[in-house]
């Protein structure tokens, strides 16, 4: 899995959706339908912009406590049914991120809003699985979510990492300022489908992101020399 980093960090946090997976497209286009479906409308464009990085249960909590109203107890997990389903015949990782693993020389791990069995299906589907299992973590294992430091905070310690020599790699801005409430370096990616870079990189940096990168590429030289 790596050895021991020489240089500042020990550790690497992968986000899962929009770092490692190509997913988020997908998620918000049935997320969308679903919600309209329940009487919530709203665009995949917006459950994108304002949902990103969040988790699922975080998100419908945020959006009946607006409209008001309750969804049927079912709902979240036939969404989540409904875009496994989906992620069979769409899903593909990010370009570069295989070979990314590959190269880089450190301890890496998963801390992910995704569901345990989301991320390890995605994973598992587009042929990542090997290169990081078992060291998934979800933000179903701790009490709060981004933009709470909790999720990162629990990867390190079930890492035996020191939070100050973490690096997280992340394409939110609730992911950012949790990785920052947690006292780890950040490197925001914007090279994923969902984003356009002139417009995400600012939100990023904004955020807190010691560095902002596009290709998966470019990551081991970032690490090499700590972001600068």
Do not use: N, Y
Request: with cysteine.
């Amino acid at each position: 899995m790596g050895r021991k980093a020489d240089g500042p960090f020990d550790l690497v946090i992968f986000d899962l959706d929009g770092v490692l997976v190509d997913s988020e497209p997908i998620s918000s286009r049935l997320t969308a339908a679903a919600l309209s479906e329940a009487g919530i409308e709203i665009s995949e464009a917006d459950v994108c912009d304002r949902f990103l990085g969040v988790s699922t249960a975080a998100m419908l909590r945020a959006l009946e406590a607006e409209h008001g109203c309750r969804l049927p107890e079912w709902f979240q997990e036939t969404l989540r049914a409904r875009i496994l389903k989906a992620f069979e015949h769409e899903l593909e990782a990010v370009p570069g991120v295989p070979a990314l693993l590959d190269a880089l020389a450190l301890k890496r791990c998963v801390a992910s809003s995704s569901h345990p069995d989301r991320i390890r299906r995605s994973l598992e589907l587009v042929g990542l699985l090997d290169r990081l299992a078992p060291h998934l973590f979800s933000a179903a294992m701790v009490d709060q979510g981004k933009p709470a430091p909790d999720l990162f905070l629990l990867a390190a310690a079930r890492m035996a990492a020191e939070p100050l020599r973490c690096l997280v790699v992340e394409d939110s801005e609730v992911g950012i300022r949790a990785a920052k409430a947690a006292g780890m370096t950040v490197f925001g990616f914007t090279g994923a489908s969902h984003v356009r870079p002139e417009t995400h990189a600012p939100r990023l940096e904004a955020a807190g992101a010691d560095a902002v990168f596009t290709e998966m590429t470019a990551l081991v030289a970032l690490v090499e020399r700590g972001g600068a």
